[in-house]
């Protein structure tokens, strides 16, 4: 990754920049703070950016990126968070945002298989992009778990239908607004976890853990996870499961070069404290250290666990 990984500056936004997409506000553009600089906040800088607003993206890292950092040791450079992506289309329209194609800064490369399980039995499964491929490989532990992973594919898809289609990019600002969808949820036996979901339709304890294990990929756990992470199963189907060239770490520094040259400006080692609030309405946030962002817009993209909670006063706490 370059030495210089978030190092960007605000350029002069301009009526005639050519990085700026024509989704402009106004002639005087606004300021935006984006707390949190993993891939949602980049996205989020990038798309405020594209829309003529003058961007900030903080972070207490000293890197961007948030959970897709990047060591090395022993000579070798590792990811230290996500390794594969499942829809690649999010991250070209960031570039095409501004003019430019992802393919041109970083390759995404198909895989198949796409995973490949080592288990305890010294047996091996690998969960590959053909339907066919994937049944053999089934068939080759438990043929009636064949059908039952077909049933899974349709349960999937009618998660993914709601949940990602539907809701994906969905403001849930008011309680009605969550409470408008418990009947698709209830619809949707979200109630279960994924592993609730896979046991339900495929009967191998082998191929029961195989097909669990998309909540692993961010922490989570499959027996306690909502099972409508289990939409992942039919996203990859529909856009396939690719690698980064590189690493995630190569994406990571594609991303901050497009940063660097659509004008956001990147602030990284700031640990926020408080967001502030004028009568209700966030004015910008303000660091451990004392350091106030003004901002006419707030957008906190913050680590659950770093995330900070505001109450009436503008006092923010971490959660």
């Known amino acids: 990754m370059p030495d210089q990984v ?46 003529g607003y003058n961007v900030t993206l903080i972070d207490r890292l000293d890197a961007i990126g948030g959970r897709a950092q990047v060591f090395e040791r022993g000579g070798f450079r590792h990811d230290a968070g996500p390794t594969v992506i499942t829809a690649p289309f999010l991250f070209d329209e960031l570039f095409a945002l501004f003019g430019e194609r992802r393919e041109d800064h970083v390759e995404f490369r198909a895989l198949d298989p796409w995973y490949r399980f080592y288990f305890h039995t010294g047996e091996q499964f690998d969960y590959r992009p053909s339907i066919e491929d994937t049944n053999e490989e089934i068939r080759r532990f438990s043929p009636r778990d064949v059908t039952g992973y077909a049933k899974l ?9 709601i949940g990602f289609v539907k809701l994906a990019d969905k403001p849930f600002t008011k309680l009605t607004d969550m409470l408008a969808q418990i009947p698709s949820l209830l619809r949707l036996q979200s109630y279960h976890s994924v592993a609730g979901i896979v046991h339900k339709y495929i009967k191998h304890p082998l191929l029961r853990q195989a097909f669990s294990i998309h909540p692993l990929l961010v ?11 289990s939409l992942i199963h039919y996203l990859e189907r529909r856009w396939g499961v690719f690698f980064a060239m590189g690493g995630t770490g190569k994406l990571v520094a594609a991303l901050d070069g497009l940063l660097r ?5 990147v602030v990284l080692g700031q640990d926020i404290a408080q967001i502030d609030l004028d009568n209700g309405r966030a004015i910008g946030a303000t660091t451990l250290a004392g350091q106030f ?7 906190c993209n913050a680590d659950p666990p770093h995330r900070v909670q ?8 971490p959660a």
Do not use: E
Request: proline share 6%; aromatic share 6%; with cysteine.
């Open 6 to 51: 978030g190092a960007a500056s605000t350029a002069p936004l301009t009526s005639n920049s050519p990085r700026i997409s024509d989704h402009r506000i106004s002639d005087t553009p606004k300021s935006v703070l984006v707390i949190g600089a993993g891939f949602g906040g980049i996205a989020s800088a990038l798309r405020m950016r594209a829309r």
């Open 219 to 229: 922490g989570g756990n499959p027996f306690s996870t909502t099972s409508i992470y």
């Open 261 to 265: 040259r659509s004008g956001v400006h």
């Open 153 to 161: 594919l349709k349960v999937s898809k009618a998660i993914f239908d």
């Open 310 to 317: 505001s109450d009436a006063t503008g006092a923010c706490a």
């Open 293 to 299: 962002y003004p901002a006419d817009k707030v957008i």
